[in-house]
């Protein structure tokens, strides 16, 4: 009987599962939402996308960076993604336009990265500049007792003094099916999945209607912002189609739907008043 797959993922997102929820949907991918502590998020992605070996699909890395960017770019809360397989874990932090910022463990444990990249995750989550930067850079150093997964826990141990807490049991290290398993238990879990881009659309300005963010967008900054994503979009889709990558393509896509969404919004408001 085949052992179980060794890689996994996770997507926290720091934001309340009522607002992640909707963004989510634009990934057109199946996923489990459940609430991670005080304003974060973690979703579990239902399909296995870093299977590489089976079919020739993309590396994990390389599709959660691009999930993460996806979701990131529309919305004004960050997103990390926590990956791992039999080689290697690590996390890619998107947030808004900018470049995203990762960093990466061999599985014994080696730090295959840039201290910088540290600095730049402490400053876009806000975290505290000495306490938390001394523990994150502790993660960088040679260590022989510590492997990938112990580095990965040691993330997660700074991320909870700044309100992250995962469900029990879903855990960096843990094979996919385990994730799937904990998170379809959790007693407020839900399944994000596609339906279409005109319950999608609808479901977001619902929230942005409900949220007190909804009266700021509107007007010529708001349709500014809102071709500016169009703009991105377009390029970053015809790229992912020329070079075939899930992660890239779900990117555009996702700039191309919110720019549409802006427009929407904006016309919606103005309707009504």
Same mark, same amino acid.
């Given at each position: $009987?085949?052992?179980?797959?060794?890689?996994?993922?996770?997507?926290?997102?720091?934001?309340?599962?009522?607002?992640?929820?909707?963004?989510?949907?634009?990934?057109?991918? =199946? $996923?489990?939402?459940?609430?991670?502590?005080?304003?974060?998020?973690?979703?579990?992605?239902?399909?296995?996308?870093?299977?590489? &070996?089976?079919?020739?699909?993309?590396?994990?890395?390389?599709?959660?960076?691009?999930?993460?960017? *996806?979701?990131?770019?529309?919305?004004?809360?960050?997103? %990390?993604?926590?990956?791992?397989?039999?080689?290697? &874990?690590?996390?890619?932090?998107?947030?808004?336009?900018? =470049?995203? !910022?990762?960093?990466?463990?061999? *599985?014994?444990?080696?730090?295959?990265?840039?201290?910088?990249? %540290?600095?730049?995750?402490?400053?876009?989550?806000?975290?505290?500049?000495?306490?938390?930067?001394?523990?994150?850079?502790?993660?960088?150093?040679?260590?022989?007792?510590?492997?990938?997964?112990? =580095?990965?826990?040691?993330?997660?141990?700074?991320?909870?003094?700044?309100?992250?807490?995962?469900?029990?049991?879903?855990?960096?290290?843990?094979?996919?099916?385990?994730?799937?398993? !904990?998170?379809?238990?959790?007693?407020?879990?839900?399944?994000?999945?596609?339906?279409?881009?005109?319950?999608?659309?609808?479901?977001?300005?619902?929230?942005?209607?409900? &949220?007190?963010?909804?009266?700021?967008?509107?007007?010529?900054?708001?349709?500014?912002?809102?071709?500016?994503?169009?703009? *991105?979009?377009?390029?970053?889709?015809?790229?992912?189609?020329? =070079?075939?990558?899930?992660?890239?393509?779900?990117?555009?896509?996702?700039?191309?739907?919110?720019?549409?969404?802006?427009? *929407?919004?904006?016309?919606?408001?103005?309707?009504?008043?």
């Amino acid at each position: $009987m085949p052992s179980p797959e060794p890689a996994g993922a996770l997507l926290l997102c720091r934001a309340e599962p009522t607002v992640v929820g909707p963004a989510a949907q634009l990934l057109r991918e =199946r $996923m489990l939402l459940a609430a991670a502590g005080r304003e974060w998020s973690v979703l579990v992605p239902e399909t296995k996308p870093w299977t590489a &070996s089976a079919g020739g699909g993309e590396p994990v890395d390389r599709v959660l960076g691009g999930w993460a960017g *996806a979701l990131a770019v529309g919305a004004p809360w960050p997103v %990390l993604a926590l990956w791992w397989d039999a080689d290697h &874990s690590g996390f890619t932090l998107a947030s808004g336009f900018r =470049r995203p !910022v990762g960093y990466e463990w061999l *599985a014994n444990g080696t730090p295959v990265g840039e201290h910088e990249a %540290l600095r730049t995750f402490a400053a876009r989550l806000g975290l505290d500049p000495v306490l938390d930067m001394q523990s994150l850079e502790s993660l960088a150093e040679p260590d022989t007792e510590a492997d990938a997964r112990a =580095r990965m826990r040691g993330l997660l141990a700074v991320l909870t003094r700044a309100g992250l807490t995962l469900p029990a049991g879903l855990t960096p290290g843990e094979p996919a099916d385990r994730l799937r398993e !904990v998170a379809r238990v959790q007693p407020d879990a839900e399944r994000v999945a596609w339906s279409g881009w005109r319950d999608a659309v609808h479901a977001e300005l619902d929230v942005v209607e409900s &949220s007190s963010v909804g009266p700021w967008l509107r007007g010529p900054r708001a349709r500014c912002v809102a071709a500016a994503q169009l703009a *991105a979009g377009v390029p970053l889709t015809l790229y992912g189609l020329r =070079r075939r990558s899930g992660g890239w393509l779900t990117a555009g896509a996702v700039l191309l739907a919110h720019g549409a969404l802006g427009f *929407a919004y904006d016309r919606m408001r103005a309707t009504r008043d």
